[in-house]
């Protein structure tokens, strides 16, 4: 049994913010789950895939967030409890969809839950998903500790039943990834059936046909749909996830939500300023509830307030403060706009500590300035950047090297546009520097095939793009469709790793198997391809030269879209890890170093974590701890010194 | 004293345990994180994963207390424990957490940098980090812990060794009984008694 799913009312655990949210979903009794990976979201999709079969629940890892958006939105319409899962970059992939669904209502509670990542600890930006519950009219939550991630995820199923509506929960990556002691409630077991009620009038909530909107008609949707926001600033004046902790009067109120609640009570609690500062924690972050806000607000003059990344808080307040000001007189607010907090990164303690003293005119300093000074120049001499890089066996380490140096030798300035996935490395010198476009899932493929058309522009460089064997499914595919279509001279790469290598090794639609361990017909990326009109191509990337061959016969054809599979497991992924290819050996009599006018080409260049530069003996030695024996660099030194042997 | 109520030397009680991507951290803040809550406590554990899984640095904060969940992430200077699976790493955390008062528990296997491999930075010598360490830190130990783990079959087991020595230092109401059950949870049968063996050793070597 799963701990996630103890039944023993008041239980303690230490959950996962992620798993916290699976147990609230639990408790509330769902029935489906679906959603595409992407950290720090992807634990929440794991989680209800091991205790799917004993809480007779469904959950997928879907194409796209798109495809899961309406596969949850399908669980709704039939009455079930359902939720969709996503990083934050996901949901402008499933805006278009979110839109109409915000318009068309749901049924069965339904919960959006978008994992948001300031400072951008493992994405390619920081986007806001807070955003979109405006855009789009939907209500806004957000858990500020651990056992609220349980409780208001159980707790925002009964509010979309109550509204009619889909509701966005957002966690942040220290909640997500964070964990904290939990409680638990009652574990029920849902035995509500699946049915699809279409026999009502046009737009009849609870048994019409569902649609979003018939042209012109719009308005019939768009204000019942207000009115539902308007509900909702009601129930959450209410709410009790909303609360207040401090003096009745204080100095300065914080306003806050998500996992910056917890760095502004610690920031009071360091400052030991507690008498002085108020807390005001969000868990509704919009629509505001205008009462409670009121009569907060009319506590203290001087307000901060402490979210990230963009102030979205911050302006709703404002606004609403405008609306009242006439009753609540002059007041100081301070947060983004002011300086006092920073606009971009994630935040922590110590930036909610520096901005409430530098307000409330307090002196901090944890440690003398000479033991910081001391400590920071020891650590700028030992702890060299660590920079990303591949991992040691890593096909992509090895696709890049043959692409790199097939395109230097090519001489025609060719280029690569790439996708994001471990494979970003490849902007990097890890990766050679060889990617020099890089946006969303499958841009790569796209911005290559109107590259390719610029030919009758005098555009003469090669133009290649790279994607991942998940991303090709979830949004590649059209991007091919579109350069086989329009005759785009262009070589794509797919750098099938078989899984979605970045977040976990999740599988996707080419692999033999489903989140729930059942067997699943696998799509043959190859035969797709084929399909589409490309001419396609497939080989091992640990096979250098073959690989070099295939690479250079493609770019040299001047028409169409070519595909080049290169198909190689992750060195990550189940069938690969702990087992060593070859044992990998240096020969020191062999290798020249310095010397042997390679540069060092196995260490400075070809960057394998599994290879180290003994600066002693000047010769590079395999790290027999960190080498997988893939066996790739045994064909890249030119001096031959690096063997590979069989493993005893 | 009994393990059971030794108490808290401060509340929140602040535990960094710090490395490079795939040595086992997280595994290892996860198995004493449940240690604490079956004692009673209110552990917060914040981590990041991610590309940090390729070669980068990672980082498990840990807040224990008897009252309530702390900030995933501990304040600046503000750590009392810092145990590290990789000696620059333990630099790099001291300077940004470390205080006069802290106690430091570090592996000597060092992991190079892409940019020492390449050639365009420098890994200094592991007795220089840890004589600058002992000048600045109130107690430091340094373990050869991916040896050890090497011996006993698996160098993965560097990680549950660290967790042993933190146990050794008694700062923690901590012990092996509860090691086991925690580890029980994570691991096959026929690895509960390895991962033991590397907890205890760890113990004797920081204990010492
Ligand atoms: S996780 Fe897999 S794909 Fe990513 S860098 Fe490591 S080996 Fe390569
Ligand atoms: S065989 Fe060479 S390239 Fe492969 S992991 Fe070992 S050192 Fe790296």
Known sequence: MSYLTDTREGAVHLLMGNEAIVRGALEAGIRVAAGYPGTPSSEIIESFSKVAEQQDLYAEWSTNEKVALEVSAAASFAGLRTMCVMKQNGVNVASDFLLHLASSGTRGGMVLVACDDPGALSSVNEGESRIFARLVEIPLLEPGDFQEAKDLTRWAFELSEELGNVVLLRSVTRMSHASGNVTYGPLVRATTQARFRYDGPLFDPECGPVISMIVGASKLQHEPQQEKIRKAALIFEDCPFNTYTGPEKPELLVITSSACNLYSREAINILQAGERVGILKLATTWPLPPKLMQKYLSTADRILIVEEVLPVLEEQIKILYAEMVSELGAKTFFGKNSGHLPSTGELNPDFVITAISSILDISYSP?????????RELASISA????????????????????????ELDGRNGFVCGDIGCYVMGTLPSGFSTVKTLHSMGSGTGIASGFGKLKQFGMDQPVISVCGDSTFFHAAMPALANAVHQRSPLTMVILDNSGTAMTGFQPHPGSSENVLGEDAPALDIEAICRAMGARVEIEDPFDLEATRAAFHRLIELEEGAKVLILKQPCALSPERRYTKGFEMSIDEEVCLGENCGCNRLCTRIFGCP??????KKGVSRIDELICVGCGVCADICPAGAIRKGEVS | MTVSDRSLSHDPYNIIITGVGGQGNVMASRVLGTMLVTKGYHVTIGETFGPSQRGGSVMSHLRISRTSSWSPQIPEYGAHLIASLEPAEATRVFAQYG???????????????????RGEASYPSVDDIQKSLSTLAADTTFIDATDEAQKLGNSILANIIILGAICGKGVLPIDREGFRRAISERVKEEQIAVNVRAFDLGTELSSR
Do not use: E, K, M
């Open chain 1, 384 to 407: 060299a950047n660590r920079g990303l890089t591949f991992c040691p066996g890593c096909p992509h380490r090895a696709s890049f090297w043959t692409i790199h140096n097939a395109l």
């Open chain 2, 99 to 117: 205080n006069p008062d802290v106690i430091v528990i570090c592996n000597t296997r060092p992991i190079y940098p892409v940019t020492v491999i």
């Open chain 1, 367 to 375: 440690v003398s300035q000479s033991f910081a000074g001391q400590a």
């Open chain 1, 610 to 615: 599994g290879i180290i530069w003994d600066d």
